[in-house]
């Protein structure tokens, strides 16, 4: 296990603020690492920017209700679009092949899908059909608070978080639930009700089906599909965090799971086959990872041995897997508000440079380039 993740003591680190056109280069014995914020981009009502996705190279930001469109091959914008009947912020966006899914303040999950240059809001989760057919019986109806139900198939707060998984679509929400549901009708599938003690801020989930989830009440739960009972069911809860976890991310293969907390500290987590108190865990703690000076709001997997964090100190941070545990390669700074989402514009090297696009309460998205020879390291075996 390691803890120390500060940077090797022959390693200098200049940093040049140069407002958006900042480059920082970080200089060690064998490589040189630099980034440069290349854009900054602002939505078209310069409010605070709440989430950010990417899709076949356009970059969706959200900012309050309405999401901004950007095509990220000359930085323009192509459209905005939102539903007028609500204005709670978008709190999450996912694809699949077809549409658009955003997750909402109000608990809903809408729908949207693009004709020509424009979206189209097409469905609102659950839909009317699904809710009819529920309501028919009694038993689709669970408590939600004292002497109130609601059917099992709504979330009753804010939906936080969605992950598209083999044409599932996976959803979290402050009301202490996760469900699943069939994105070619829409239905809902499976409600974990009372997922967690507190309201689930963030989820992902494997390409074998395992799900995260983590929760303001500072625990990390992992689920699998128990096909004799057809749900998920606990398969163990992981417990480092010493308050709220607010982001998680896996690495390419499943095998590596960040998580990011308001205690300041991102926690790696690897895959471990092992047996405790008779439950089989399969991710165990390897190290905890220090240089944030405020909470760690989001996480993304860059690249194998690759991954980002964004903080309420207002900093980007890259870090890379070395020989002896995860190590920050550069700070980038230029934000004036916490950084609150984080995509990856390619999963893939081009020409030593990595694209990383990043939205602040500030308004701004700022896109930075990456490049250098440890950028293309093969990762080591720790």
């Known amino acids: 296990m390691h803890t120390n993740q500060t940077l090797p003591p022959q390693t200098t680190l200049a940093l040049q603020t140069l407002h958006c056109k900042q ?5 060690s ?13 602002k939505t078209l009502n310069s409010h605070i920017v709440t989430c950010l996705a ?5 970059l969706y930001a959200a ?14 914008h192509i459209d905005s679009f939102n539903d007028n009947s609500t204005s709670g912020s978008v709190k999450s966006i996912a694809f699949n092949s077809t549409n658009i899914f955003t997750a909402h303040q109000d608990s809903k999950i809408r729908v949207w899908q693009i004709r020509l240059t424009h979206h189209h809001l097409v469905s609102t989760l659950p839909t009317l059909k699904d809710r009819l057919y529920r309501s028919l019986l009694p038993k689709n109806y669970v408590y939600v608070r004292r002497h109130k139900k609601r059917l099992w198939i709504e979330h009753c707060d804010t939906v936080s978080g969605l992950v598209m998984n ?25 409600s974990v009700n009372k997922a967690h003690e507190d309201a689930v801020n963030a989820i992902a989930v494997s ?46 293969d499943g095998s590596v799971l960040f998580s990011g907390g308001s205690d300041r500290l991102i926690m790696v987590w690897e895959k471990k086959m092992m047996i405790k108190n008779g439950v ?18 989001c996480l993304i997997n860059v690249q194998d041995c690759l991954f980002a964090s964004g903080s309420s100190d207002r900093t980007v941070r890259i870090w890379q897997c070395k020989e002896h545990g995860y190590q920050c390669l550069v700070v980038m700074e230029g934000h004036e508000k916490p950084v609150k989402s984080l995509v990856a ?6 020409n030593g440079v990595v694209s990383v696009c990043s939205g602040s309460l500030d308004g701004e998205i700022k896109i930075w380039d990456i490049s250098g020879s440890r950028v293309n390291n093969i990762c080591p075996q720790i």
């Open 23 to 27: 480059i920082s280069s970080l200089l």
């Open 54 to 58: 990417v899709h076949n190279n356009v």
């Open 280 to 297: 089989k865990n399969n991710m165990g703690f390897v190290e905890a990872l220090w240089g944030h000076t405020g909470a760690v709001l």
């Open 207 to 252: 390409d074998n089906g395992v799900v995260y989830t983590a929760s303001a009440d500072g625990c990390i739960r992992v689920w699998e599909r128990n096909d004799s009972v057809k749900r998920h069911t606990l398969v163990s809860t992981l417990e480092k965090h010493k308050s709220t976890i607010n982001a998680l991310a896996l690495n390419g």
């Open 63 to 76: 900012s309050t209700n309405i999401i901004s469109v950007f095509d990220l091959s000359n930085h323009t």
């Open 166 to 190: 083999k044409g599932l679509m996976y959803s979290v929400s402050w009301d202490k639930s996760f469900k699943i549901w069939n994105t070619s009708d829409y239905y809902c599938l499976e």
């Open 345 to 350: 514009v390619s999963a893939e090297v081009s």
């Open 29 to 41: 014995h064998e490589t040189f690492i630099k980034h440069q914020c290349i854009n900054t981009l």
